[in-house]
């Protein structure tokens, strides 16, 4: 677990520090050049990556803390993750497949 907080904080000094807001969660997408997009969605949303880019796809129906969460969750995937190599994108509709 040390190591996951570690990590974390060399990527993001305030981490731990104060509540992150929606504005950190952009800026850190920024940072490592991740698409974000907001749809309708049957789940909260998820992480995936397509053509050697990553992205981040959030219900469009959340607001507040709910999708605070759930981007940060999705920002995790991104941090400490293999990248999807896209089914999770063509399960969701986003990508077609390549067959």
């Known amino acids: 677990m040390q190591f996951i907080v570690d990590k974390i904080s060399r990527v993001y000094p305030d981490w731990n520090k104060r509540p992150l807001t929606e504005t950190?969660?952009?800026?850190?997408?920024?940072?490592?050049?991740?698409g974000v997009t907001e749809m309708p969605l049957t789940v909260?949303?998820?992480?995936?990556?397509?053509?050697?880019?990553?992205?981040?796809?959030?219900?469009?129906?959340?607001?507040?803390?709910?999708?605070?969460?759930?981007l940060f969750h999705e920002l995790g995937h991104f941090l400490l993750h293999t990248p999807d190599s896209g089914a999770t994108a063509n399960f969701h509709g986003i990508q077609k497949s390549s067959r």
């Open 24 to 34: 950190d969660f952009y800026k850190l997408c920024k940072r490592f050049r991740i």
């Open 44 to 70: 909260g949303g998820f992480y995936y990556r397509v053509s050697g880019r990553d992205f981040i796809a959030v219900d469009s129906k959340l607001s507040g803390p709910k999708k605070l969460l759930v």
